[in-house]
């Protein structure tokens, strides 16, 4: 899967897949992302890491966590429940 960047590098997620990821439907996605109850954050790998980055996406306490490459390929993802 390839990740889709806006003219200023920021990630731009189909809210279907998104919703998938977090176990809601787009609805209920966007309803939430309004609401400021989605928070999403990217992190830029160096050292080892340098070339990736890690995307993280908050749903209270569901997260779905992506590694991106430089050609915004999606290398691996998890989700979580804390």
């Known amino acids: 899967m390839i990740l889709a960047c806006d003219e200023q ?3 731009l997620l189909d809210p279907v897949l998104l919703g998938a990821k977090l176990a809601l439907d787009e609805r209920e996605l966007r309803r939430r992302m309004r ?33 991106v490459d430089a050609g915004n390929n999606l290398v691996s993802e998890e989700r979580l429940d804390l």
């Open 35 to 67: 609401l400021g109850q989605i928070t999403s954050q990217v992190e830029i790998g160096i050292g080892d890491d340098e070339g990736l980055r890690r995307l993280t996406v908050r749903n209270g306490r569901s997260v779905w966590r992506a590694i």
């Open 9 to 11: 590098g920021d990630f």
